[in-house]
């Protein structure tokens, strides 16, 4: 209102029959507008600049000095159903609001599991096939049941939500809506009633139950059918309609307590109960959600998720923000009190025993391109932020040890540098059942040998990670049991060890050709001349695919090998890989919980993609492999587990249905007034242990977006300097002497 109440003001007029400077017609009347009137609309508009701060600032001034952490997303989250849910970007917001049973230490490593809702990690019994009970060491082949009593700590209480609420007569005031009922309403805030209830053991035996049901399409119901008891047959009857089917491998035993029985030893199990599949479902939300008429709106548990966690969704506009805020019938929790070495130097317990969360907002904006958000996680708009290829030179520096830090520029913002070996494995997987490139001789082992030995990857992961990668020697990863470091952890058929650096170096292309020729094709060609051409699928579409594809077909034309790329669209990939219509693809696999089963598992031949619809896309089949590790997958970590692990590596190794390629190490850059950041890699729901300086914020914001004045200056000095002929002129004309 300022800005109109001074143009009002400036604007004067004058009564002149002939046209000058500054004249407007008002009908057959011509009227004369001040010659500053210019000059004092920019200035009114550079007064108004001034006085707001900081002028870029895309946040509400009302915000700035409160604890509310900003972060991005580039893609739209498709699902928050924890029964469905299954990629990190969709767990980056459900781990807020979901609680499982038990989770990780937030500081300790290796990973410890800690009570969540429950009072304690429980412990499984045991029985023989007589139901007499076993000690806890007993081998895997003697236990006939494995039975886990969880008990929920009671007063935990769910967000408020409609789906809870309840007319004054007790009824549901949210069933059996018409159209009329909810017209115009998008989102679960349009309901003007909430209500809660505490959290119990039936919900989460219901949520095992949804896992069960087909309709429901749980990505894990594959694996889980073959541990719980029961879990298929009452899946097949469901899938018939029979509702009430029995399910024994899931019961509840009190109002707090419930039971899952396995039909086998399987100690990762516990593992299991810390991911949100695993999350209680509260029935009235399920009720609530299957009405028509919501389900017209897209109104759905898919979009709109019930928990009982830290945080709950408030604003969800996926093509522009999605904002989380605390829950206002969240319980006590406290920061923990405990972590690893060099924890409390690095100031990580400082809030210990403090209550959490201490963000009471977290506001994610999309950001589909790196460079916008780059640039205003430089001028304090985000929190956190990865680095890209393009940023890296100007973002960290390297040490003469090779130590990573973040650069001088970003160390005079005091932004720290937090890395951390991810527990995740890449690698090119040969499908298995080619003609070619498949197949257990020694000719078709040596073919995929000189292969892997000729794609360097630590020349990959210089070129295209920017040193951000750990060449792989297996599938296991660093951090987990099984990942053995030395020459001992070494891929003997790639690499050979030099002793005086105490290092492996990587076989030369020599060796790899020979082993070519000894694969019957020398040169890079069959019997016949006939030249050896692989073809190499993939879905990759960004802007840096071309370049990678030009390396690996470089790198294999130094054999004689004519690599092909077949890039397709995503969907189709997919089809290839699960019709095993490839001969080599890039994948990927992410730890779901750590242990070396959640790894070797993808190269189980029961696990197949092509003929059992598992993990294991390079269709790897190899009879003693399956038989340890049928041995080792439901062992405790000890030393004999060790030694079948290393037998499993050495099979793996020598076969090489894999290139093993590298694990990736995540660089994460946070602003100082971000306290309490530690990178996890596994579990989520580490936003409740963040806290923001936020008047450490505010300063910084102001100090790095100080409005450059100096172009406003000049233009008011032009502008004064232009309406100066102009004032003489009517000077003199007022006083007759124009």
Known sequence: MLYR??????????????????????????????????????????????????PNNPYPKSEQNKQIYYSTFDEEPKHFDPAVAYSSDEYNFIQQI????????????????????????????????????????????????????????????????????????????????????????????????????????????????????????????????????????????????????????????????????????????????????????????IDFYKQPVLKERNIVIDRFPVGTGPYRIETLAPNKEIVLVKNENFRIERYPSSGESGDREAGLLADAWEIIPFVPKAVYKLEKEYIPRWNKFLQGYYDTSGISSDTFDSAITFSD????????????????????????????????????????????????????????????????????????????????????????????????????????IRKSVDTARRLLAEAGYPGGQD??????????????????????????????????????????????FRDKVKNANFQIISWGWHADYPDAENFLFLLYGPNSRATHGGENTANYDNPAYNRLFEKIK??????????????????????APWVFTYHPVSFGLAHEWVKNSKPRGLGGGTLKYLRIDASERVQSRQAWNQPVIWPIWACVGFLILGTIPAVITIWKRERGTG
């Not at 001074?6 to 009227?31: I, V």
């Not at 494995?425 to 040998?449: H, I, P, S």
């Not at 297996?474 to 952890?489: K, L, M, R």
């Open 5 to 54: 109440k001074l143009l009002k003001m400036s604007d004067k007029s004058y009564d002149y029959r002939a046209p000058a400077f500054g004249h407007r017609k008002r009908g057959t009347e011509w009227h004369y507008r001040h010659p500053l009137y210019g000059s004092a609309v920019f200035l009114t508009l550079f007064a108004f600049f001034i006085g707001c701060g900081v």
């Open 98 to 285: 979901y609680e499982p049973p038990v989770q990780y230490h937030y500081l300790k490593r290796p990973y410890e599991l800690i009570p969540l809702t429950a009072e304690a990690v429980p412990q499984p019994l045991y029985l023989d096939a007589s139901g007499l009970k076993l000690p806890p060491d007993t081998p895997a082949e003697s236990v006939a049941r494995a039975i886990y009593d969880i008990r929920i700590r009671p007063g935990i209480m769910y967000q408020p939500h409609p789906c809870f609420a309840k007319t004054e007569d007790g009824e549901w005031r949210y069933r059996n809506l018409i159209k009329a009922d909810v017209k115009g309403f998008t989102e679960i805030k349009d309901f003007e009633m909430t209500g809660t209830r505490e959290l119990i053991a039936a919900d989460y035996v219901y949520q095992i139950k949804r896992m069960a049901d087909p309709n429901v399409s749980c990505p894990i119901f594959s694996t889980l059918k073959n541990y719980i008891l029961g879990m298929e047959t009452y899946s097949a009857a469901l899938a018939k309609g029979q509702e009430d089917a029995p399910f024994p491998g899931v019961e509840v035993v009190d109002r707090y307590t419930y039971r899952v029985i396995l039909k086998e030893k399987y100690p990762q199990f516990v593992y299991w109960l810390a991911m949100p599949f695993f999350s209680p479902m509260p029935q009235e939300a």
């Open 401 to 504: 040890a090779g130590d990573a830090s973040a650069s001088e520029a970003l160390k005079a913002k005091s932004i720290v540098l937090r890395t951390s070996v991810s527990p995740t494995t890449v690698y090119l997987a040969f499908n298995m059942l080619d003609d070619t490139v498949g197949g257990y001789t020694e000719a078709k082992q040596k073919l995929r040998q000189a292969i892997s030995i000729v794609l360097d990857y630590e020349e990959y992961i210089e070129i295209f990670l920017n040193g951000r990668g750990v060449a792989s020697q297996s599938p296991i990863p660093p951090g987990i049991f099984g990942y053995e470091e030395g020459e001992v952890g070494m891929n003997p058929y790639v690499y050979h060890w030099h002793a005086a650096t105490s290092r492996p």
């Open 527 to 572: 019997s016949k001349g006939n030249p050896l051409i692989l073809h190499f699928d993939n879905a990759w579409t960004s802007a840096g695919a071309t370049s990678i594809l030009t390396w690996i077909r470089n790198r294999l034309d130094e054999l004689g090998i004519t690599m092909q790329s077949r890039t397709t669209d995503y969907n189709r």
């Open 634 to 655: 439901n062992m405790e970590n000890s030393p004999e587990r060790l030694t079948l692990i290393r037998e499993m590596k050495d099979i793996l190794q020598r076969d």
